[in-house]
């Protein structure tokens, strides 16, 4: 009897085993392939063109590991956060503002919707021609390219929260401070989280633009001086360098989502 | 009116609703005159539509009466709004669980408005929640729990906040009859033991003559019909008297 089970049990630990890999495998090909193809191409054509990858880790490494280099980006990702930071905050309080008032809404819903279309481009021309120094250029420009999403996302969010619920928090009479932070903070923080993840990607190809054209440091200046040199290595690792950072910040946002909303039942979600 | 000193009083009390100022106005309530004596559980009977759930409203203070006069404890519940925390509690008819807080943080939520320090805070939600038959599940997220065990646990919420008035919503309509029926005598045991004054929103007539000691059923727009005043002396047959009647009531 306990030789089938222990071959079923076996199979199905085979199974797992294998599922997993089946997934890592087809998260990981696509690279593999794009890498493959480029390592390729690096035995035929110039550095200038297509670097060997040898060389791209070579130079991923040393700027890890050189200060000077790395504070450039540690400037990059400041920059990013900032304007994020910035963003979210007058964005969340004109958000607050438009749910609360009709007015209010009316009057700022189209201005947004007109600063959505402006290029990023053209908010970097603005920014220089407006600004001194160069941060509150990027500041500006990030906070501009930033702001109508974060505010339309928080909107939508504030104007989805369940009437129910908020009838009962309101029973108990709250203060303004303890509606928000029992009933208003949670309900709203998936889109919020949704809204910065969305946001970080945008944010990541905007400060680029900013750097290239108005900065004295940072990715974007960096890539300026590769492309004056003709060093694809050397655009390939610092573009690599914001890559890296997006991807650990959409991790840690998804670290916060796991934590914070463990209490949605996974028998309830529709995906 | 009640020989007991009335605790919430409407008089003349209307409501109306408008979608815009060219549509007719809606008459929710019209010219009200209703008084509850404290320690009194009244039953407020009525179709779906009467009104019943605006004029609860207008009691909790989430709703502002069109005219006349609505007052709890001798102030007005509307604009006197903060004055009433911990005063009034409320069973909803749906659970009304906040999905992000365990069935104690729920129960919890009550007496964090009252600032209650964070151990008694803990001890009193923790005494309910065993009150109610929900010890072990007090670590529960609200999708864990069963309909039942939800609204026990809304049960709880309402009475940690000590209120000595309750107003509920037809707060066992969405449960089974045997979920139901086992709730309503838990309520109204709580409600006798702990001297609380209760307004209860139902349309079930056989639910009103289990818990009322009052049975006020509404016409619509909500006015009332009859009023009904119902003792321990009550028999059977007396209730079978009074449900023909309200029946008749509720039909014409």
């Keep these: ?271 | 009116m009640t020989a007991t000193i009335p605790i919430i009083s409407l008089e003349q009390v209307s409501k109306s609703f408008t979608k815009n100022r060219a549509a007719p106005a809606y008459v929710a309530v019209d010219r009200l005159d209703l008084h509850v004596g404290q320690g009194q559980l009244l039953a407020l009977l009525g179709k779906t539509g009467c009104g019943k759930s605006t004029i609860f409203n207008m009691i909790a203070g989430l709703t502002e009466p069109t005219s006349g006069n609505v007052t709890v404890d001798g102030r007005n519940p509307f604009s006197d709004f903060d004055s009433f925390r911990g005063k009034i509690a409320i069973v909803f008819q749906n659970d009304r669980l906040l999905p992000w807080r365990t069935a104690m943080q729920n129960v919890e939520l009550g007496l964090e408005m009252l600032e209650v320090p964070v151990k008694q805070r803990k001890d009193t939600a923790m005494h309910w929640l065993g009150r109610l038959g929900l010890r072990g599940h007090e670590s529960d997220y609200p999708h864990a729990l069963s309909g039942g065990m939800r609204q026990r646990v809304s049960i709880a919420r309402a009475f940690a906040t000590d209120a000595n008035i309750l107003l509920c919503d037809e707060p066992f309509s969405a449960l089974d009859e045997m979920t139901a029926r086992t709730l309503r005598a838990e309520f109204v045991r709580l409600v006798r033991e702990n001297g609380k004054t209760a307004v209860f929103v139902t349309h079930s007539i056989n639910e009103a003559l289990e818990i009322g000691d009052r049975i006020v059923v509404l016409k619509r727009p909500a006015n009332i019909a009859v009023d009904l005043p119902l003792t321990a002396a009550t028999d059977r047959a007396e209730k079978e008297a009074i449900r023909h009647q309200i029946q008749s009531v509720l039909a014409a």
């Design chain 1, 1 to 271: 009897m306990t030789i089938p089970q222990a071959e079923t049990s076996l199979g199905a630990a085979t199974w797992s085993v294998s599922g997993l890999g089946r997934r890592v495998l087809s998260y990981v090909l696509p690279f593999a392939v794009v890498a493959g193809c480029w390592q390729i191409a690096s035995q035929f054509f110039p550095p200038f063109l297509f670097p060997s990858l040898v060389d791209v880790f070579k130079r991923c490494v040393d700027i890890f590991f050189n200060w000077s280099q790395f504070s450039d980006v540690l400037a990059t990702v400041g920059r990013i956060m900032a304007g994020l930071a910035g963003a979210f905050i007058i964005g969340a309080a004109f958000a607050v503002l438009m749910a609360r008032s009709r007015a209010v809404n009316d009057f700022l819903s189209p201005i947004l919707t007109l600063f959505q279309g402006i290029p990023a481009l053209s908010w970097v021309v603005f920014a220089i021609i407006w600004f001194h120094g160069i941060e509150p250029r990027i500041f500006f420009i990030m906070v501009m390219t930033t702001l109508p999403a974060f505010t339309f996302q928080v909107l939508s969010a504030l104007q989805a929260m369940s009437r129910d619920l908020m009838e009962m928090v309101m029973s108990f009479r709250p203060t303004r401070a303890k509606l928000f932070r029992t009933m208003i903070i949670p309900a709203i923080l998936p889109d919020v989280l949704t809204a910065w993840k969305v946001n970080l990607g945008n944010a990541s190809r905007v400060v680029v633009v900013a750097e290239l054209v108005g900065a004295t440091g940072g990715v974007g200046y960096e890539l300026l001086q590769q492309q004056q040199v003709f060093d694809m290595a050397g655009a390939l690792a610092w573009t690599l360098q914001l890559v890296f950072f997006v991807l650990i910040a959409q991790a840690v946002l998804t670290l916060i989502e796991s934590v914070a909303f463990r209490y949605r039942a996974v028998s309830e979600r529709t995906l």
